[in-house]
């Protein structure tokens, strides 16, 4: 069975700052080694060694498939990996005692989780992320009981697309996204419609390996593009709390399983009731009908 430690991770002031803010970094929370370990698998997969596990997306940056540019190998093509939790390697992240415990601080114990990526961001393509709320993909309730943990891999800064949050944002409500009208968009990257200053001051999160953000669903954040020529790496997982409720109408994902790790149930699935009478379409926040898959 799987528990994260007892050892605390968060500074308990960092409880009540994330329920302020939205966020809360945790410096150095994963060692080197597990970030080597992680990166190494991602170039196995995308360098076609190992065989991407069963459900596995990896996907290509969408100035590549449209030959827009001429990547110089093939880990400069690629834009994320997405749903992990097959591979038994990078799935050690979800399960990682450090990043449980925080998790299980900010939303409580006996988690599961909804999903699973890493994403890279390399150089000489657009790859930003415009801002947006991760909620708009989840059909869970309530949103304070999803947690996002996201882990540098290396160093992440402006210059190479870091993350951008709007503190406080969570605060409000999820609002219409669409697609900006941007050049070169990757597939499932949407963004709020509206973002007016009113929403509040931009606030880059400039990282060194190991370093953990764990954010709200309701969080406006994005992050811009890589001006270097390195890559811009990091894994992340979306968490929920097992006593949530499925307040989707949407079929979408209504047959998708949602693993326990933490708690006396990890290891099994979710069994809570997927309603889909429920009173909240995924597509009112998302007109033009476009699937909500990332
Ligand atoms: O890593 C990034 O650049 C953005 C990730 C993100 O915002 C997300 O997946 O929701």
Not at 11 to 35: F, H, K, N, W
Not at 67 to 83: F, H, L, T, W, Y
Not at 191 to 205: F, P, T, Y
Request: proline share 7%; charged share 25%; hydrophobic share 35%.
């Amino acid at each position: 069975m799987t528990r994260p430690d007892d050892t605390p991770r968060l500074d308990p002031a960092q409880i009540p700052a994330y329920r302020e803010q939205g966020y809360t970094v945790v410096r150095g929370l994963v060692p080197p080694s597990d970030l080597e370990t992680w990166t190494a698998r991602l170039a196995d997969i995308v360098e076609g060694r190992v065989e991407p596990s069963e459900g596995m997306l990896v996907m290509k940056d969408v100035m590549v498939a449209k030959g827009a540019v001429n990547p110089g190998s093939r880990m400069e093509a690629i834009a994320k990996v997405q749903d992990y939790e097959r591979d038994p390697v990078l799935d050690t992240y979800t399960t990682h005692p450090a990043i449980l415990g925080c998790v299980e601080q900010l939303i409580g114990e006996n988690v599961m989780t909804i999903h699973t990526m890493l994403i890279n961001k390399p150089p000489n393509v657009d790859g930003r992320h415009p801002l947006h709320q991760d909620l708009l993909y989840f059909p869970f309730r309530p949103a304070d009981r999803i947690v996002a943990s996201w882990t540098a891999l290396e160093e992440v800064t402006k210059e190479n697309g870091c993350l951008v949050v709007v503190p406080g944002s969570h605060k409000g409500e999820l609002l219409e996204h669409g697609n900006p009208e941007w050049e070169h968009l990757n597939g499932g990257y949407f963004g709020v419609r509206e973002v007016d200053d009113a929403m509040g001051e931009r606030v880059h999160l400039e990282m060194a390996p190991g370093d953990t953000v764990f954010f709200h669903p309701i969080l406006l954040h994005g992050s811009g593009r890589n001006r270097t020529q390195g890559f811009r790496r990091a894994i992340s997982a979306h968490y929920a709390q097992v006593d949530v409720t499925w307040q989707w109408t949407s079929q979408e994902f209504a047959g998708r399983n949602y693993r326990i790790v933490s708690g006396e149930h990890a290891g099994e699935f979710w069994q809570g009731e997927r309603n889909t009478d429920s009173p909240i379409n995924p597509l009112d926040y998302l007109p033009g009908g476009e699937a909500t898959r990332r």
